[in-house]
Each structure stands twice: as structure tokens, then as C-alpha cells.
């Protein structure tokens, strides 16, 4: 896969993080939706910045989709933010795959990216995986102590 193809799975990727938002903005109200606004406006803004870096390498941006496959329609709170937990962990996986270019100033671009999602995800539910993807470290348990 070279730069061109990455950058556009990365803007099919964010056409993707702005349909869910604008439906988790839709269904929710409060600080939810004040934090789904902020996330939504910044996946405008990277889908943009994706378009005039793949035009800028001479490609033809990805166009976006009618609607998406979304693991979960928003009905509630929960649910919403179950769902924008899901599209900042798949931003995360895509600009992984975007860290891997040879230009070392998409690397750059893709580490930011995935920075902030990372902390978006914490921020709709601080209890996330610390490295998503990764199972969970076991609990330490106790060793029994040489008393019995």
C-alpha cells in the first residue's frame, strides 16, 4: 500500500467519524452533545486536511458514502457513547496503518491523529484500554504469605 492509498483509507475512515457524530449530535443533548459537537468539527477538519494532502500527492480524495454500517444506532446515552468509543478506536487503527508511510511527515501527522483520538475515546469513557487492541494485564493476586 503506498502514501496515496493510506491517506484515502484514512479520509474514507474520517467521512465515517463525521456520519456517526452527526448522528450522535443528533440523538443526545448536554455535555454529551457538546463533546460529540467538538469531535464531530474535528473530524471535519482532519477529513479536510486528508483531502488536500491526497491532492497534493496528485490522488483523488476518497468520496464519502450515503450512510454506514454502524455497530450501534444511538437510542440513549450508553449507546451513544459506545459508538463514539467504536469510531475513535477504528480513527486510531487507521492512522496506525497511516504511521507507517515513508513520508516521515504523514508519520507525524498520523501520530497526532491518533493522539487525539486516544483522548477523545477517554474522554467519552475514562475507563478505556489504555493500549486498545491489547487484552487487559491480569490483576495481580495476592501471594499467600509464608505464615499461611
Keep these: 500500500m503506498n502514501d496515496v492509498q493510506r491517506l484515502r483509507k484514512a479520509l474514507s475512515a474520517e467521512h465515517a ?4 457524530y452527526g448522528l450522535i449530535g443528533a440523538r443526545t443533548t448536554g ?3 457538546t463533546r460529540a459537537t467538538a469531535a464531530f468539527d474535528a473530524h471535519r ?7 488536500g494532502l491526497i491532492t497534493a500527492r496528485r490522488g483523488t480524495p476518497a ?3 450515503a450512510s454506514y454500517a454502524l455497530p450501534v444506532t444511538p437510542r440513549n446515552p450508553t449507546e451513544a457513547v459506545r459508538l463514539a468509543v467504536h469510531v475513535e478506536q477504528a480513527i486510531t487503527a487507521t492512522y496506525l496503518e ?7 511527515a504523514l508519520r507525524r501527522y498520523a501520530a497526532l491523529a491518533m ?3 486516544a483522548a477523545r475515546c477517554y474522554g467519552f469513557r475514562p475507563s478505556v484500554t489504555a493500549f486498545p487492541g491489547m487484552p487487559a494485564a491480569p490483576s495481580p493476586t495476592p501471594s499467600p504469605s509464608p505464615s499461611g
Excluded: H, I, K, T
Excluded at 17 to 20: E, P
Excluded at 45 to 51: G, H, I, M
Design 115 to 117: 493522539q487525539e483520538a
Design 98 to 104: 497511516l504511521a507507517a508511510c515513508d513520508d516521515g
Design 17 to 20: 467519524a463525521v456520519y456517526a
Design 63 to 65: 468520496e464519502p458514502e
Design 45 to 51: 477538519a482532519r477529513r479536510d486536511q486528508l483531502r
Design 31 to 33: 455535555s454529551l452533545r
